[in-house]
Structures are given as structure tokens and as C-alpha cells.
């Protein structure tokens, strides 16, 4: 899989391609759905704006601390973002913080935004995986070519996987497949009438968490500190952090109003 478009004048890399497609369709859903609960476009495209460089710049950090001895040695390498290593967790760590102090400053419903931003992401996740799949990476152990037809996978995929005449795991397609169910998901509980705010943020953080996990037990290219991967300890922070949000959300929060901006 080649993992450039060569125009001659320019090189465009396809990992760079959805990773822009991700942010695009995740930022018009949570610009599109903002708009009816009363808040302005050019309040949450601002919003948006700082929070996706703050973001991408915390994704890049997170991924470099772990990899701390190969880029000493290549620094030139860390500006690279193009050839991959853009780590999920770090992006939302630093965009997190950015986004809190922010509406807390405006005087805004923290709560409230985060549930718009979840689904947008989790929608963004779910394509900007992609990007991996043409970089060759974020994938599982070797596998044979009769495993991964047993598994039902579309043969652009399985052709995909063969990496120097190795098949492997598309562990990117699971993980792009569970981000999709769990929008789903979302936005179908956003629709019941008991819905109350912060819940949707919980049910994110359980349900992108759960997944990564399981998933991550398979990965070749895991980030470690020392003898675990960091990505299954961040996804037990947040998955707790997901259970206790939702019934504070549950016990303490108020019902969605359309066009209401009120306080928690």
C-alpha cells in the first residue's frame, strides 16, 4: 500500500489526508449540533480551532516522550508528523485541558460542550484510523493470509496488510470499526429522554476505553513505560474516570433543553 500520492509538484501523504477528513466531519456534526442548543458557529469554530492545534501538538509530544531515545538521536524526525506517530491519548489529554480552561473563562457549560466534542470525535477516530492503514501501522502480529479470510475482512484490506510479504492484523480496523459502533451508539442514546448532560461524555470515555484495551493487547507498536502499555493504563483512568462522570451526570445534572444554556 502506497502510502504517498505523488503529483510530480507535490507529495501528499494519505495518513495526512484522513486525519483532515476525520476533523472535518467530526467538527461540522459538533458545529451542525451546537447550533440547537443556542450556541453561535463562530463561538465553537473557535473553539474547535485551538482545541484540533492543541490537540495534534499534544498527540505529537505524547508519542515522542514515549519514543524519547529515537528522537534525541533524530530530532529533525519529531516535525514529521506525515509518516505517522500522532498518539490519540496525549491529543486528548492536552485538548481536554485547553478546552476546560477555555469555557471556564467563558463562562460556559463545560459539561455541556464536551458532550457536542465526544461525538464528533469518536466519529473522527473512526476515519483518521485509516491513515494507519496506509502507513502500515497501529497493526497486529503476523497472521496468515487463510486467517484473515476467515475473518470476513475485505480483500483491499487483507492486500493491505501484507507488508514486505508478511500478513498481519489489522488491529486499525477494529479499532476504526469499534469507534463507528460507539457513535452510533451515542448518538442513538443522545436521543433518549432522560438524557442528562455529562452523561454522553461517560459513555464515551467507557466505551472508547473498553475497546482500546482489548485491542491494544494486540498491537506490535505499543507505547511502554517500562513493562505495560500506556494505552491500556490511560484507558483504565479514563474508563473509570467514565463510570464515575455518568452517575455524577445521573444524580446531579439537569435534563437537555434545546436553546437552554443554563448551568449544571
Known sequence: MNP????????????????????????????????????????????????????IIGA???????????????????FMVWNGGLAIHGGIIAALMFIIIYLYKKKVNILLILDFLVVG????????????????????????????????????????????????????????????????????????????????TGLYLMWYSVGRFFIECLRTDSLMFFDLRIAQIISLIMFISGIILFFFSYKKCRLYKEGDLKDV
Open 60 to 78: 505529537r509530544l505524547y508519542f515522542v516522550l514515549f519514543n524519547f531515545g529515537y528522537y534525541l538521536s533524530n530530532p529533525i524526525e519529531i
Open 121 to 200: 470525535l469518536i466519529i473522527g477516530q473512526a476515519i483518521g484510523r485509516w491513515g494507519n492503514f496506509f502507513n502500515g501501522e497501529a497493526h497486529g502480529p503476523s497472521t496468515t493470509f487463510s486467517a484473515l479470510q476467515d475473518m470476513h475482512l475485505p480483500n483491499f484490506i487483507i492486500e493491505g496488510m501484507n507488508l514486505d510479504g508478511t500478513y498481519y492484523i489489522p488491529t486499525f480496523f477494529f479499532e476504526s470499526l469499534w469507534c463507528i459502533l460507539g457513535f452510533i451508539f451515542l448518538i442513538l442514546f443522545r436521543r433518549f429522554k432522560k438524557n442528562k448532560i455529562g452523561m454522553l
Open 4 to 55: 504517498v500520492i505523488d503529483l510530480g509538484f507535490i507529495s501528499i501523504h494519505w495518513y495526512s489526508i484522513f486525519i483532515f477528513l476525520g476533523i472535518i466531519v467530526g467538527g461540522q456534526l459538533i458545529i451542525k449540533e451546537s447550533k440547537k442548543f443556542g450556541f453561535e458557529e463562530d463561538f465553537i469554530v473557535n473553539l474547535l480551532f485551538f482545541s484540533i492545534i492543541i490537540g
